[in-house]
């Protein structure tokens, strides 16, 4: 149902904004809006929507420009005061970042060290199950000073970064 | 990561108040700008996202924008269309986000218990435009509110969308015509219809 656009239309809208339709409005447009479609369409938009726009505004419930600015100014700070915070984060997050990395750098660089002292361990058990009543503790076989001195400085270095973190986090 | 706490934001508000607290402008001037156009505001937000609760979310949010832009206006007038330009934006938004067009129609303002039958018609028909408009496009539900219901020129809309001047009077032209078809459609469904 399309229809071309009327020459009249801007001088009908005017009328319509302006006054208060019909009852105020000149005869000629009353009688040009009866006959053009495209007016007749306008002029049912118009009133429909504007009275919705009236309806809306009496119903508006905002709340006050003091509260508003108030929040506004309240959330500028915080967002100002989270900018300021976040260098600090993020030197935290890569403090946490190094710790993980030499902690995982520790367990490998340890692993077969472990892997050692696990099988000595599993074969320290068997033989204490089976020869308890003679027990020959120079057969047991520990794992090599080397793994143990790294593997020793990765759970120090672990605690202690751990720890520095928690003071950097605190509060006081 | 820890959160912010009360006394860094007393600590540091000093000085954010004078670097980042930079609004746009002083209480007093937004107060007076902020009487002049929240209802308008309000109401435009609440028929382009039919959610009441969405609207007053987003007027608090679109005045926060307009303080933080660092923008200088000459007159009150580009104030107001930029702050229905980032309200417009803020819409789009809420839109992409949802990807769902308002499920149902606002309900409720205006429509209290009419006391004659005159009321009950008119609510009915305010009950229609809703629904009509909850149906078109978020840019023509724009056009035809900011032109007819708010009597903006098209070069105030084309600041407020963000399209030139030229192009609102065709766009206009099909968008009531949209509005126009979906009306009669309810009106058919209702078995009434309604005169200007």
């Not at chain 1, 005017?14 to 009688?31: G, K, M, N, V, Y």
């Not at chain 2, 000093?14 to 007093?28: L, S, W």
């Not at chain 2, 809703?130 to 219901?149: C, F, T």
Request: hydrophobic share 45%.
């Amino acid at each position: 149902m399309r229809h071309p656009e009327c020459d009249r239309e801007a001088e009908v809208l005017e009328a319509l904004q302006i006054s208060a339709w019909p009852d105020c409005c000149a005869d000629h447009l009353r009688l040009h809006v009866a006959s053009c479609r495209s007016c007749t369409e306008l002029a049912d938009i118009v009133v429909r929507l504007f009275d919705d726009y009236r309806a809306a505004l009496r119903d508006a419930r905002v709340p006050s420009s003091a509260a508003v600015w108030w929040r506004l100014q309240m959330r500028a700070r915080q967002e100002a005061a989270r900018r300021a915070t976040r260098p600090i984060a993020v030197l935290q997050g890569v403090a946490l970042a190094c710790a993980a990395g030499l902690l995982a750098a520790a367990i490998g660089l340890s692993a077969p060290a472990w892997r050692r002292f696990a099988g000595s361990l599993a074969g320290w058990g068997a033989g204490v199950a089976a020869t308890i009543p003679s027990m020959a503790w120079g057969d047991v076989q520990m794992f090599s000073p080397l793994g143990l001195s790294v593997a020793l400085t990765a759970m120090l270095l672990f605690v202690a970064m751990s720890v520095a973190v928690y003071f950097a986090v605190s509060e006081k | 990561m820890r959160d912010v706490t009360v006394s860094d934001i007393e600590r540091l508000a000093p000085a954010a108040a004078e670097r980042d607290a930079v609004f746009e402008m002083d209480e007093d001037a937004f107060r007076a700008f902020y009487e002049h156009t929240s209802r308008q505001l309000w109401a435009y937000l609440a028929r382009m996202t039919g959610d009441r609760a969405l609207a007053d979310d987003l007027l608090q949010e679109a005045y926060y924008r307009l303080l933080r832009a660092g923008a200088v206006f000459d007159a009150d007038a580009h104030r107001r269309h930029y702050l229905f330009r980032i309200a417009t934006n803020l819409v789009r938004d809420q839109h992409r986000r949802r990807r769902t067009r308002p499920e149902s129609p606002l309900q409720g303002d205006g429509d209290d218990l009419p006391g004659d039958a005159m009321a009950a018609a008119r609510a009915e028909h305010r009950s229609e435009v809703r629904g009509a408009l909850a149906r078109l496009r978020p840019r023509d539900r724009a056009l035809l509110w900011l032109a007819y219901a708010q009597g903006a020129s098209h070069r105030e809309i084309g600041h407020v969308l963000g399209l030139k001047a030229a192009s609102i009077k065709p766009l206009l032209h099909r968008a009531r015509q949209r509005l126009s078809g979906l009306l009669q459609g309810s009106v058919s469904k209702g078995g009434r219809r309604a005169s200007p």
